[in-house]
C-alpha cells in the first residue's frame, strides 16, 4: 500500500517472516519474501543472509535495489535467490511484496502434470490466477528470468515445477493470505489423491466463485491480518 511508511512495511515484513516460521514454510535459511519501499523506485527489503526466518526483526531488513545491491543494512543478501525477486518487482509494480518459497505440498502439486486442479474453494482463489515455470536448475540466469517473468504474466501465482512457488500481493496482508490459501488448496489436493472420481465443479461455476472470493480487490487479506498477527503475539 503506497500511503505506508517503511517503519510499517518493516514491522509487516518482518511479522511476515515469522508467521511463515511458525507455519513451517521456512527452508532453513533459504527463501525470501521481499517488499517494495513506497515512494522510493527500486528499492526493496529482504532478510539478511543467514538468519532463520523467525530471526528476521524489522531492524535487521536489509534495503536493496533490484540487482540486490544493499542500499542500507548489514547484509549479506542472497543474489542469488534475489534474482527472482529483483525480477518480479522490476516487471510487475503491482507486486509489493513478492513470496518466494518452498513449501512441501506446493512443491508436491508443481511436479503434477495438471497443477493445481480447481478441487477446493480455496483452490479457486486462484482459477484462471496461477501459472507454471520449468524448472531449469539452480541458477536463474538471464534468459531464465525472461521466461520467469513471461510465465508469471499478470498473474498473482506461479508454480515453479518441482522447486516452489511465487506469489506476488499489492500489500504484504495480501500476499501472506494468498500463500496460507495457496497451501492449504495443494494440502487438500494431495489428500484427495488420484485425478481420476474426483468431482470438479462446472467451469462457470469455477469463475463465479473465483470473482466472489475476489471481490475485496486491493483490500484482500487486510481483514485477516490481525488474526495472524494475534498468532505472534499469543506465542510470545
Known amino acids: 500500500m503506497t500511503n505506508q511508511t517503511e517503519e510499517e512495511v518493516r514491522i509487516n515484513l518482518a511479522a511476515a517472516y515469522r508467521l511463515a516460521a511458525m507455519k513451517g514454510w521456512d527452508d532453513g535459511i533459504y527463501t525470501h519474501i521481499t517488499a517494495s519501499i513506497p515512494n522510493e523506485e527500486g528499492a526493496y527489503l529482504i532478510n539478511q543472509f543467514g538468519l532463520r526466518f523467525d530471526e528476521v526483526l524489522p531492524e535487521n531488513l536489509v534495503k536493496v535495489n533490484l540487482q540486490g545491491e544493499i542500499i542500507s543494512g548489514i547484509g549479506p543478501v542472497n543474489k542469488s535467490g534475489f534474482a527472482i525477486h529483483g525480477a518480479v ?102 489428500l484427495a489423491g488420484e485425478a481420476e472420481g474426483l468431482i470438479v465443479p462446472d467451469p462457470a461455476i469455477c469463475r463465479m466463485t473465483y470473482e466472489q472470493l475476489c471481490s475485496d480487490g486491493e483490500e484482500e487479506g487486510q481483514i485477516e491480518w490481525p488474526a495472524y498477527l494475534s498468532l505472534l503475539k499469543n506465542s510470545d
Open 89 to 190: 518487482h522490476a516487471a510487475r509494480p503491482d507486486a509489493a511484496c513478492v513470496l518466494h518459497l518452498h513449501v512441501d505440498a506446493v512443491i508436491a502439486v508443481s511436479t503434477q502434470k495438471q497443477g493445481l486442479l480447481p478441487l477446493s474453494q480455496h483452490a479457486l482463489r486462484f482459477y484462471g490466477d496461477i501459472e507454471r515455470h520449468r524448472y531449469q536448475g539452480l541458477a536463474l540466469s538471464a534468459s531464465e528470468q525472461v521466461g520467469l517473468i513471461s510465465a508469471l504474466g499478470d498473474k498473482k501465482a506461479l508454480l515453479l515445477e518441482n522447486h516452489g512457488s511465487i506469489i506476488c500481493g499489492v500489500s504484504i496482508q495480501q500476499a501472506f493470505y494468498l500463500m496460507d490459501v495457496l497451501d492449504k488448496a495443494c494440502k487438500i489436493q494431495l
